[in-house]
């Protein structure tokens, strides 16, 4: 008696004719080369059972075909797992069962299939349950209060607004102890990473040097440069570089901290402002 090799296979919203050797995604062709359709055919074959690489080898590579067969097999099913949208990790369709083979795992659907791999009866898909209401949080006693609460929080967020909050100086503590003047205002900043403060201080010969000292105070050091600093313009949120321009030509600089070779960023002053604070 003749055995009758199956041609049709139904799964998901997948239809494989294998006569003609095409996959359908809900009526759609999916494009997929001959041998990871050669894999699924032999899969399909066999749902729920394990089938060894030899196995498959043995049904797409004969033994006197010379050919890469481990590298040939992994490529064939990573390319079918795409056209199916199928992962390794999480599995819908093809099991992969590490050193022994792959394994079909997902129900086959016989039923109202046509030979275009268009399902002409598709059921429709089951409504999702209706959602349950969610219990009532708000109850005619609990409604004021939440009004109340309301109306609390956001005259807490206009007082905020609109008198915010005075901040009153305990201590000054005094952190350098040069006698030259220092600038903080403008386009120059006064800049720290939390361990120290980082200013410009104007010396001899009409220059502005770039000088740093401890948060706790104490004696001042020179960060030195090969020119001379029009201004500090700010620290980056990480506290690793600071952000320095020249004015003639005004460009402007990164410098790295502790210690470095400043690198030059672009002309214009505001020149990656947005990376500093």
Known sequence: MAVTVKQEFRFG???LDVHSGELYREG???KVQPQPIQVLTILLEHPGELLTRDEIRSRIWP??????FENGLNTAVRKLRQALGDESDIPKYIE????RGYRFIARLDDENQDVNGINENILPSPEPPAPVPPKRLVTR???PFVLLLVIAILAKLTYREFFPVTVHTLKVRKLTHTRFQKTFEGPCFLATDGSRVHFQEHRASDK???SQVSTAGGDSSDIVLPWTLGCL???SHSGSELLGTTCCPQMAWTIPL???APRYLARGAEAKRDRYS
Do not use: E, M, N, Q
Not at 63 to 68: A, E, G, I, L
Not at 96 to 99: A, N
């Open 233 to 235: 313009s700010g620290i």
């Open 208 to 210: 502005w040097y770039l």
């Open 96 to 99: 992969t069962l590490p050193r």
């Open 141 to 143: 006693v609990g409604l």
């Open 63 to 68: 033994s006197d075909t010379f050919v890469d």
């Open 258 to 260: 502790p210690a470095g």
């Open 28 to 30: 759609s062709k999916v």
């Open 13 to 15: 919203p997948f239809f």
